[in-house]
T-cell receptor
């Protein structure tokens, strides 16, 4: 059974700092990995999707990497801003039906 | 596009009542997913449909839960009878194909008293 872990559960950083959010998964036979953002009381917004054959994806100040063999992914946020404050969830797609398994998320607070 | 639409946004009901949650996926998307989010268990997939057909319902907690997708633009998740432990936020998501990026609706916050 696939398990996805995100540690720490919460993180607080000053504005302008570059930061890395970590995600680990137990079954390396994945189809893809996605990073989502969730604002309080809202749904999830997809940030980046990395196919199993890729090593990284970039969008603006965000860069996500994937190391399938070690079961790890990182989300790099450059020059963090208070507007980046949210919960970031990692999810992997595995199995014959490619269903997503989510981590519990990392709640990020960027202090002005 | 309006995105994934869910209704109602909030539902408060009493134990034993029937609850029906509704979802309209993004037009043209072939896959639809129902999730439940709680503090304790995080986000869990309940069921997903591909081309209106249920593919995997292994996440449905018990027989009190049922889901239907009568056409490509509408799905329901029904709980009958509801129990306090069903209180959670229920999300619907859709994607072009099942392995593509999923787009989430705003969720329905369900409280069962």
């Amino acid at each position: 059974k696939q398990e996805v872990t995100q540690i720490p559960a919460a993180l607080s950083v000053p504005e302008g700092e570059n930061l890395v959010l970590n995600c680990s998964f137990t079954d390396s036979a994945i189809y893809n990995l996605q990073w989502f953002r969730q604002d309080p009381g809202k749904g999830l917004t997809s940030l980046l999707l990395i196919q199993s054959s890729q090593r990284e994806q970039t969008s603006g100040r965000l860069n996500a990497s994937l190391d399938k063999s070690s079961g790890r992914s990182t989300l790099y946020i450059a020059a963090s801003q208070p507007g980046d404050s949210a919960t970031y969830l990692c999810a992997v797609s595995t199995g014959a039906n490619s269903k997503l398994t989510f981590g519990k998320g990392i709640t990020l607070s960027v202090r002005p | 596009d309006a995105g994934v639409i869910q209704s109602p946004r909030h539902e408060v009901t009493e134990m034993g009542q029937e609850v029906t949650l509704r979802c309209k996926p993004i037009s043209g998307h072939n896959s639809l997913f129902w999730y439940r989010q709680t503090m304790m268990r995080g986000l869990e997939l309940l069921i997903y449909f591909n081309n209106n057909v249920p593919i995997d319902d292994s996440g449905m907690p018990e027989d009190r839960f049922s889901a239907k997708m009568p056409n490509a633009s509408f799905s329901t998740l029904k709980i009958q009878p509801s129990e306090p432990r069903d209180s959670a936020v229920y999300f619907c998501a859709s994607s072009l194909e099942r392995t593509d990026t999923q787009y989430f609706g705003p969720g329905t916050r369900l409280t069962v008293l």
